[in-house]
C-alpha cells in the first residue's frame, strides 16, 4: 500500500450534487478531527499548520520574502518516485533538483538547506515487484557514494547536515565533500552564511543514540544536551541575525526542546520519527518557527520571511502568518518536469 504523505488530499474525483451536503459535513468534521489526531494528545494543541501545496503547485506568497529558507531532509536515500505507486507517484531527486531552481529564482535571496536521513540508502522503503510494470528506476542501493554526491551536488545546497553514518560511507569510499557538508556530533558544530548585509546562523544537533530512545534515554539525552545546544545558540544569536537548529531528533524531543529555546532559536527544522509539517507554532514558544520534513523525498519545506527578526526586544515582531511569514510544503508530483543534469547521472542512457 502507497505511503501517502500527512496533508495530501486527492482532488480526482468531485462530489456528486446530492451528496455536497454530507460532503461539507465530512469536510468540517475531518477540519476539526485531524490536528488532533495527527499530533497526539501529548503535543500543545495550538499550532498554526498551513495546508500542504500538493504536486509541486505553489500558493502566491503575498510579499516578497527578504529570506527564503528552503529546506529538504529524510529521503533516506530515495532517489527516484515512489517506483509502485503509478502516475501519482511523489519525490525523485531530479524533481527537487529541478523544483529547486525554480524555488530559487523567485527569491534570489535562498539559502538550501538540507537536513537529517539523507544520501545514506536505509534499506527499507517500497520494494518494487516484477507485478510493478511501472517501475523504471533501478534500486537506491545500486549508486555508489561518489555518484549520489554527484547528483546532490546539482541541487547546490548551502549546507549540510551531514550524519555519522553518511560521513563514514563518504569516508570509506574515499570522497571528498563539499565545504558546505557538516557532520553533526556531540561538538554542536555550527556555520554562518551570509545572505546579503545579512547572517545566518545554523547550529547543527548531535543526533539521538538511537532512532526509537526509550524515556529514560530520552530524559537522559535532554539533560545532558539541551543545556549545550542553548549555550551554542545563544552565542552564535550575538552575532548573527537568525539562528537555525538543525535536528534529527523526532517530534517529541523536539517538542519538548521549544520551551526551553525560546528567545535563543528563530527557527528549528526538524526531522527523524513524527509527523511532516509546513510550520508550527507554540504558545510556549511563539518566537520559533518550527518545521518537519516528510519522509522518502516527496517534498520541500519553504519558509519566507518578509523580514529579518529585529534583535532589540522593543523592535521585535511575532511571528504572524501572512503579515510576516508564509511556509509551504510543496509535494514533488509528476507535473514537475525532471532536472535532465541529475538524470544524466541516475539514468544514464535513458
Known sequence: MPDFPVFAVKQDNAPQRGMLPVFFFVLFCFAGFFPAFAFGAGFEEDFSTPLATPSGERASSGFGPALRI????????ELFPCPTCGSNALGGLARRSAKLSALRAEAPNSVHIIGPGEFLPDGA???PTAADTENKYP??????????LEAYRLTRPDAVYL?????????????????????????????????????LGLVFMPPLESESPSEADRQKFQLEFFPKALSVGRELRS????????????????ESFLAQADGVFDVILGGGEGVPFPVVQRKSAHGILWLRADMRGRAINVLDLSKWPSRQAA???PWIEDLNFRAEQIYLGPNIQDDAAVNKILLPGK
Not at 528552503?70 to 536515500?77: H, L, N, Q, R, V
Not at 563518504?170 to 556555520?191: E, I, N, R, T, Y
Not at 552575532?239 to 523536539?254: F, K, P, Y
Open 315 to 317: 523592535l521585535a515582531d
Open 125 to 127: 522503503g517500497i520494494i
Open 163 to 199: 550524519s555519522i553514518a553518511s560521513a563514514a560511507w563518504f569516508k570509506q569510499a574515499k570522497v571528498s565533500l563539499p565545504a558546505s557538508f557538516q557532520a553533526a556530533d556531540k561538538s554542536f558544530p555550527v556555520k554562518i552564511i551570509r545572505v546579503g548585509e545579512r547572517k
Open 139 to 148: 534500486s537506491k542501493q545500486d549508486f555508489s557514494a561518489r555518484e549520489v
Open 70 to 77: 528552503i529546506y529538504c531532509a529524510e529521503s533516506k536515500g
Open 239 to 254: 552575532r548573527t541575525d537568525l539562528v537555525i537548529g538543525v535536528s534529527s531528533w523526532g517530534q517529541a524531543v523536539e
